[in-house]
């Protein structure tokens, strides 16, 4: 991790806090003006769209987003409409994960659940067209001199598709009540998590001109921040209660499924995350102190408690 020296200049001149607030109105701005507007016909479809990414939502990745393109010299604004593209998926996801062929959960976010409001049909098709929106959104991406549009949608597609995000959902899924080894709990995490998050740091490389060194190293920091957000995610699961955390406490292991406190324990699985996210701090050397916020967002995600 960076030194004490390293972290109090950063701190002189930086606030996390300043920054992910003045980042989700940016966001939140951005996903009103992408999204279809509630009145507009088909009227429930839309409503269920809006209703799931208002919601609430730290909106990690799309702040990710703007933060790797400003380590990267770029105009954050740029990155806005990338980091709308990935919300839309990671919302998407959520719906179909929440729904009663795969986790079914009652709460997301503090509030019911898409198709507990609007019924599994719509909650289907509201995931399915964010999915779509997220490509359409990528395609109208401004193009770099590196990067065209079809760069922003192979890297969305490959992210979301049968061997990243969508392959860590079957693994999840048909892991639940087996034995699962550390190795497939890695491969479920790198894929239902990791992948994402990645993809979020890439794009915002991406839409700032990154140079392939730069992409390099945050493909590095997205996977083992990633992974890190992960395990602390596991390891709240077990420790917070529904309130705190915004959806059922306690689901993972009510059905059985396999997370890092319940193979290697609550202690080893905080030392896990806290070598993740050192690693992920390394990741960041070639930007010479210019990540700041990107360094700043690993350790809030290493302390957060929901």
Excluded: W
């Amino acid at each position: 991790m960076p030194d004490s020296s390293h972290k109090r200049a950063n701190q002189n001149t930086f606030s996390l806090k300043r920054y992910i607030d003045q980042s989700m109105r940016q966001v939140d701005a951005a996903l009103n003006r992408h999204l279809p507007k509630a009145s507009a016909k088909p009227k429930t479809l839309h409503e269920s769209m809006r209703y799931s990414v208002f919601a609430g939502g730290k909106r990690l990745r799309p702040i990710l987003c703007k933060a790797a393109a400003e380590a990267c010299g770029g105009n954050p604004k740029n990155s806005l409409i990338l980091g709308s593209a990935v919300e839309c998926i990671h919302t998407y996801s959520l719906i179909h994960d929440d729904l009663p062929a795969l986790d079914n959960d009652d709460y997301r976010r503090g509030n019911k659940t898409n198709h507990i409001v609007y019924g599994e049909g719509i909650a289907v098709l509201a995931g399915d067209a964010l999915l779509t929106l997220a490509f359409e959104l990528a395609n109208e991406a401004k193009p770099t001199k590196r990067y065209k549009q079809n760069d922003f949608v192979g890297e969305l597609a490959k992210t979301a598709g049968h061997a990243q995000l969508i392959a860590g959902q079957v693994a999840d899924l048909e892991g639940e009540g087996k034995p699962v080894s550390r190795a497939q709990l890695r491969y479920i995490h790198e894929r239902k998590t990791s992948a994402l998050l990645t993809c979020s740091v890439k794009l915002g490389g991406m839409s700032a001109n990154c140079t392939p060194r730069q992409l390099e190293a945050l493909t590095d920091f997205g996977y083992h921040v990633g992974l890190a957000f992960q395990v602390i995610d596991d390891i709240l699961d077990v420790t917070q209660s529904s309130e705190q955390l915004g959806k059922t406490a306690g689901k993972d292991e009510a059905v059985q499924k396999a997370t890092y406190p319940s193979i290697v324990g609550l202690e080893k699985s905080r030392k896990i995350a806290a070598e993740l996210t050192t690693k992920a701090y390394q990741a960041l050397k070639p930007f010479r102190g210019r990540a700041v916020a990107l360094e700043a967002l690993a350790d809030y995600l290493l302390k957060r408690d929901h």
